[in-house]
């Protein structure tokens, strides 16, 4: 609606100024008038059509491909906590998928009695390095040893101390974190017997994360191109992510023809979650070269850019375009460097063009 207004405002202000007498010297905007491919506006008519200008630079563009993918889980960062002892599980310090695990904090309390035997063996080995300073090598070895065995049942050296320090053992002992994640699986619940290797957690860090993606063949060689890419996600809006192709399946999915990709995508602030949707942007025929904003280009039969030769002043141009992106578009012929295009208000200039001078006025613009 806006838009046709201003329309309307440009038309009658030309259609005034067309009937209205003109009082300057005969001199001035000489030729303008025999020129048909150029429009005079006032600072009040650049205001109604908010024209903006901008300027042609040689700078480096890439054209640039889409396509969709999904957050999951980087693989590499699943941890698998497993029973080290015989024993019944006394207590669970974690029990709901998706809570969050820092390292050191703990996870569960076994009872064993083959771990409860080896403490009092650690702390009888202690006593005799009171009782027996004079077989002392041996005492140490001994000690040693079934410090040792401990530390291999779980316990950590903190543990070990508190053992030595209170020379009591305990019914129960603590196991704790050594990842920090998110518990994806539990497999116990409190009560439950379990021996040597059975598994109980699985803890995932989403320090980094995938994002499984699938692109059509013909798009493949772009992923060589440029191995970082740009990702978007409809959660996270206006920010931006890289990433990194770590796998391209090599097969093709018969039907899809597509191919499946994984993309590695650091996420050291969490705000990645598993099953987001993302939109994965892939840059390719990058070169440097004559660009201007998109906005600039008038499209119709003939491809036209408006430029301004002097304040106030504006010619038309047939341009020759090249590769583009979102935003800007490459220039092959009809401007140089330097040269200020209309980039807010073409469309209006050009009706303005059309109004003053005829539609056939675009017949004699310049290349």
Same mark, same amino acid.
């Given at each position: 609606?806006?838009?046709?207004?201003?329309?309307?405002?440009?038309?009658?202000?030309?259609? +005034?100024?067309?009937?209205?007498?003109?009082?300057?010297?005969?001199?001035?905007?000489?030729?303008?008038?025999?020129?048909?491919?150029?429009?005079?506006? *006032?600072?009040?008519?650049?205001?109604?059509?908010?024209?903006?200008?901008?300027?042609?630079?040689?700078?480096?563009?890439?054209?640039?491909?889409?396509?969709?993918?999904?957050?999951?889980?980087?693989?590499?960062?699943?941890s698998?906590?497993?029973?080290?002892?015989?024993?019944r599980?006394?207590?669970?310090?974690?029990?709901?998928?998706?809570?969050? #695990?820092?390292?050191g904090?703990? +996870?569960?309390?076994?009872?064993?009695?083959?771990?409860?035997?080896?403490?009092?063996?650690?702390?009888?080995?202690?006593?005799?390095?009171?009782?027996?300073?004079?077989?002392?090598?041996?005492?140490?070895?001994?000690?040693?040893?079934?410090?040792?065995?401990?530390?291999?049942?779980?316990?950590?050296e903190?543990?070990?101390?508190e053992?030595? %320090?209170?020379?009591?053992?305990?019914?129960?002992?603590?196991?704790?974190?050594?990842?920090?994640?998110?518990?994806?699986?539990?497999?116990?619940?409190?009560?439950?017997?379990?021996?040597?290797?059975?598994?109980?957690?699985?803890?995932?860090?989403?320090?980094?994360?995938?994002?499984?993606?699938e692109?059509?063949?013909?798009?493949?060689?772009?992923?060589? %191109?440029?191995?970082?890419?740009?990702?978007?996600?409809?959660?996270?809006?206006?920010?931006?992510?890289? @990433? %990194?192709?770590?796998?391209?399946?090599?097969?093709?999915?018969?039907?899809?023809?597509?191919?499946?990709?994984?993309?590695?995508?650091?996420?050291?602030?969490?705000?990645?979650?598993?099953?987001?949707?993302?939109?994965?942007?892939?840059?390719?025929?990058?070169?440097?070269?004559?660009?201007?904003?998109?906005?600039?280009?008038?499209l119709?039969?003939?491809?036209?850019?408006?430029?301004?030769?002097?304040?106030?002043?504006?010619?038309?141009?047939?341009?020759? *375009?090249?590769?583009?992106?979102?935003?800007?578009?490459?220039?092959?012929?009809?401007? %140089?460097?330097?040269?200020?295009?209309?980039?807010?208000?073409?469309?209006?200039?050009?009706?303005?063009? #059309?109004?003053?001078?005829?539609?056939?006025?675009?017949? @004699?613009?310049?290349?």
């Amino acid at each position: 609606m806006k838009t046709i207004i201003k329309i309307f405002v440009i038309s009658i202000l030309f259609f +005034l100024a067309a009937c209205t007498p003109k009082k300057e010297s005969k001199d001035e905007h000489a030729g303008m008038d025999m020129m048909t491919d150029m429009v005079h506006l *006032t600072l009040h008519e650049q205001e109604i059509i908010n024209l903006k200008i901008d300027t042609a630079k040689t700078k480096t563009i890439f054209e640039t491909s889409d396509f969709v993918g999904a957050v999951a889980i980087d693989e590499n960062n699943i941890s698998i906590i497993s029973s080290r002892v015989n024993g019944r599980v006394e207590k669970l310090f974690v029990r709901n998928p998706g809570e969050e #695990i820092k390292k050191g904090e703990p +996870l569960y309390a076994v009872y064993s009695e083959e771990l409860l035997s080896d403490e009092n063996e650690f702390l009888l080995a202690l006593k005799q390095q009171t009782d027996f300073t004079n077989q002392k090598n041996i005492v140490d070895a001994l000690v040693e040893a079934s410090r040792k065995k401990l530390s291999l049942w779980g316990l950590s050296e903190l543990q070990l101390q508190e053992l030595a %320090q209170k020379k009591q053992t305990s019914p129960t002992v603590t196991f704790y974190s050594n990842v920090s994640g998110f518990l994806s699986e539990l497999n116990i619940s409190e009560g439950e017997y379990v021996s040597t290797g059975t598994l109980l957690f699985k803890v995932v860090s989403l320090e980094t994360v995938w994002v499984d993606a699938e692109i059509y063949q013909s798009e493949i060689p772009f992923l060589y %191109q440029s191995p970082e890419m740009e990702l978007e996600f409809e959660a996270l809006p206006n920010e931006i992510f890289k @990433g %990194q192709i770590i796998q391209n399946a090599p097969v093709l999915d018969a039907d899809k023809k597509v191919s499946s990709v994984k993309i590695l995508v650091a996420n050291s602030n969490g705000k990645l979650k598993p099953g987001m949707m993302a939109t994965v942007t892939v840059k390719h025929n990058q070169k440097k070269t004559l660009v201007i904003p998109k906005s600039a280009l008038v499209l119709g039969k003939k491809i036209l850019v408006w430029i301004e030769t002097k304040p106030g002043m504006y010619e038309s141009r047939m341009v020759e *375009t090249g590769i583009e992106n979102k935003t800007e578009i490459e220039i092959l012929s009809g401007i %140089q460097e330097g040269d200020k295009v209309v980039s807010s208000g073409t469309y209006l200039l050009n009706s303005a063009s #059309i109004l003053k001078n005829g539609a056939n006025s675009m017949g @004699g613009m310049k290349m």
